[in-house]
């Protein structure tokens, strides 16, 4: 299933990406360099990979923007790497449309491993539900369309993967834990930041008030739960 | 000190006697037993006392003399008048010498004629005349007057010559009035003395704090300096006297920052600028370990050294980044809520020790702390990796309340070894940098820098907790390392804080 997939690592060192794109290459994937956010602007045009790797310190364009840009024309899942965990860096990249981060120096494995989680199928929901309805909000995940009053939501791939999954048990409390492993593939040690910066995500594109939430609500010290 | 080693002044001896020397000056130059702000205080007391009492006595005596003489001079010339008096009344009437005597007011009189004293009051005899004030009266025949003392104090005694009737005129005044109002003087006086003393306090109060103010002002400034606030200086001040000590403390606070904060960013850029390699490093090694059974014999053997070795230098350059980042005070936690039981299940699973043993009792295991996920499992990897080397045994986990208040406000999290223990000395200085523990000998193989410990420590300090290491003291040898945490009694765990 994850053969053939398509990479674009944004790295201006060029050693650190020759070195990527050996091990990348090694589980079976194609890897499309670039060296600066100009460039990968031009190489993703051309050749729309199915993951987008970015280094936020880039010279031109930083990664922020460069994950803004392509937010704006395409749901790929996008991989920041930041210098630490503990910055305003990792909000700041999720908030900017990237789907998880990693700290440099990273393991190969570890990247593989997080695009493998990223790029998992939704879950096919039971039969007979092929379309979920929560009030003004409609959720078909077999089609990956989410419909607000009557008009099409574009969400991204883990935003739509969320939705679903919080969908799939309607009412049902989900701790940060829970919809880290599911949506993420993380453990007990994933960053439950993950997990808050896309349910604001979410809540600006699924609710009618995103100030106040009614779909997406927060359920003091146990999670999220999603409801009509 | 003899001078036996003179002949020979070996750098050694130079630097005890230095040693001795600077420590006597310290000792001399040790403050007395009173503090500068009593030292201040005292004098201003001592003065306000001393001014006080002098001013009021000045003005006693002064007071004093003046209503006195003022009085003797008016009784004087009553008496004089009232002696006159008498003389025309006798002159009249020589037998009629009480009623002559009578001449109104307060004073006592008595009358010396044809050799006969008489008084108009049993309460002046002229026993109480002193002999000198009769003498020049009766040998010189000239108006005088006297103060005595008697029993009720000061008394004003005036004798006047009669020529005409050949007699002696005495007139006796207790000088009460005068003796009132100087008890009047007295009392305002000495309330005066005693409110000027205590006006003096508070101003010795005041001026000692005023005094002491910029030295307990910079003595505030270096505890906070101390505790890692660097950016403290001293407000700049328009006093010349403080001037000096202001401009020369801040200079000082200056260069310390510059050296501290030059020494942390050069770790730190070192440690950054070693990432970018090893970035490459590790995934070469992962796509020649891919290819491992492709590869001859010794090569695989040299991809082992190489790709743990490549991994032990990523765990280094990450406990010096750490490091530096503790230096720079630039460690944002991202604390939440946490169960400690199941966090310490999750990270004991994630340690090179996954199967180690965890007792935790009832009542702990309910408990809650607020830390940083990431930041607390490498705690207890740490101490989890230090037994390990150290002890080769197995290490065990106890989690326990720390005292017996209710509610209870710290945890501990023990975690014991069965190893050789730790020797005197070994007990702080393991938490420091690259220290190895007592004999480097004893440590397994080359593994860790010795930074484990001194991280556990910064860790657990930012989370407001303690660490301490002790042997164990249930009878079996072997080491025990006790982190202590505040229990989060907030039970609204939610949103995730990010400090």
């Known amino acids: 299933m994850t053969v053939g997939i398509r990479v674009l690592a944004v790295e201006d060192d060029e050693r650190i990406r020759a070195s990527v794109k050996l091990a990348l290459e090694d589980e079976g994937w194609i890897v499309d360099e670039a060296a600066s956010g100009e460039d990968a602007i031009a190489i993703f045009a051309k050749h729309p990979a199915d993951v987008v790797l970015i280094d936020i310190m880039l010279p031109g364009i930083d990664g922020f923007e460069l994950c803004r840009n392509i937010r704006k024309s395409s749901d790929v899942p996008i991989v920041m790497v930041t210098a630490r965990a503990d ?53 078909i995940p077999d089609e990956g369309k989410v419909i607000l009053n009557n008009a099409e939501v574009e969400l991204t791939k883990t935003e739509f993967r969320l939705l679903c999954e919080l969908a799939n048990d309607p009412g049902g409390v989900f701790s940060r834990e829970l919809l880290l492993d599911k949506v ?20 600006m594109k699924v609710e009618t008030d995103p100030a106040n939430p009614t779909h997406v609500v927060t359920v003091r010290g146990l999670g999220y739960r999603l409801q009509s | 000190m003899t001078d036996i080693f003179s002949d020979k002044p070996d750098a050694r001896y130079r630097l005890t006697r230095t040693r001795k020397l600077i420590r006597n000056s310290v000792h001399r130059l040790r403050p007395r037993r009173i503090g500068l702000r009593n030292r201040i205080l005292l004098i201003f007391v001592a003065g306000a006392l001393l001014l006080s009492s002098v001013l009021a006595l000045v003005t006693y005596s002064f007071t004093r003399s003046n209503l006195v003489d003022q009085r003797v ?36 009189r008595i009358i010396y004629i044809d050799n006969t004293w008489t008084g108009s009051s049993p309460l002046f005899s002229r026993q109480m005349i002193p002999p000198a004030l009769l003498q020049r009266v009766q040998r010189d025949q000239k108006a005088a007057s006297m103060i005595v003392d008697s029993l009720k104090g000061q008394a004003l005694v005036v004798g006047i010559p009669l020529p005409r ?37 508070a101003l010795g109060v005041f001026a000692s704090r005023r005094a002491v103010r910029p030295l307990a002002n910079a003595a505030q400034a270096a505890r906070a300096i101390a505790d890692g606030r660097l950016e403290t200086r001293l407000e700049p001040t328009d006093d010349p006297d403080m001037q000096a000590l202001t401009s020369a403390f801040n200079d000082m606070v200056t260069t310390l920052q510059e050296r501290v904060e030059r020494d942390a960013r050069f770790t730190s850029d070192v440690s950054h600028e070693l990432r ?41 350059v990450e406990d010096l980044l750490e490091i530096s980042r503790f230096d720079a005070g630039a460690i944002r936690l991202v604390l939440e809520p946490l169960s400690l039981f199941e966090f310490i299940k999750q990270a004991v ?46 290490p065990k986990i106890v989690i326990q309340l720390a005292d017996d208040e209710s509610p209870p406000t710290n945890v501990w999290i023990v975690v014991e070894d069965d190893g050789d223990g730790l020797i005197e000395g070994e007990f702080i ?71």
């Not at chain 2, 008096?85 to 020589?94: A, C, E, G, I, V």
């Not at chain 2, 891919?290 to 082992?304: G, K």
Request: charged letters at 25%.
């Open chain 2, 73 to 108: 001079s008016t009784e004087t010339n009553q008496a004089i008048t009232n002696a006159r008096r008498t003389q025309n009344d006798l002159l009249r009437s020589p037998k009629e010498i009480l009623i002559a005597l009578d001449q109104g007011g307060s004073a006592h």
């Open chain 2, 429 to 499: 200085k393991i938490f420091e940098r690259f220290s190895r523990g007592g004999a480097a000998g004893r440590r397994a193989g080359t593994e860790g820098a010795g930074l484990g410990l001194a991280l556990a420590r910064e860790h657990v300090t930012l989370h407001r907790g303690r660490i301490w290491a002790e042997n164990r003291t249930d009878g079996i040898r072997g080491a025990r390392f006790i982190v202590e945490l505040p229990i989060d009694t907030t039970q609204t765990h939610d949103e995730h804080t990010h400090e």
């Open chain 1, 184 to 203: 993420w593939g993380y453990g007990y040690f994933g960053d439950g930041r993950l997990v808050d910066v896309h349910i604001r995500r979410l809540r």
């Open chain 2, 349 to 394: 699973s994630v340690s090179s020790l996954p199967r180690t043993e965890i007792r935790c009792d009832d009542i702990a295991a309910l408990v809650a702390i607020r830390g940083d996920k990431r930041r607390m499992a490498r705690v207890i990897a740490n101490l989890l990796d230090n037994a390990r080397i150290h002890s080769g045994g197995k």
């Open chain 2, 276 to 316: 970018s390699p090893l970035m490459t490093l590790a995934a070469s090694v992962q796509v020649l370990e891919s290819r491992r059974d492709d590869l001859p014999e010794r090569s695989q053997a040299a991809l082992d050294l190489l790709s743990s070795d490549v991994a032990r230098f990523q765990g280094l």
């Open chain 1, 87 to 139: 910055t305003h860096d990792v909000v700041a990249g999720l908030e900017a449309g990237a789907d998880d981060y990693l700290t440099k120096p990273f393991a190969p494995k570890e990247l593989a491993a997080r695009i493998r989680a990223l790029l998992r199928r939704v879950r096919p929901s039971k039969p007979g539900h092929s379309k979920l309805l929560f009030g003004n909000l409609e959720i």
């Open chain 2, 165 to 201: 009737i050949n007699a002696m005129y005495f007139e006796y005044d207790n000088l009460r009035e005068v003796r009132d109002a100087l008890q009047s003087v007295r009392l305002a006086l000495a309330l005066a003395a005693i409110i000027t003393t205590f006006v003096g306090i």
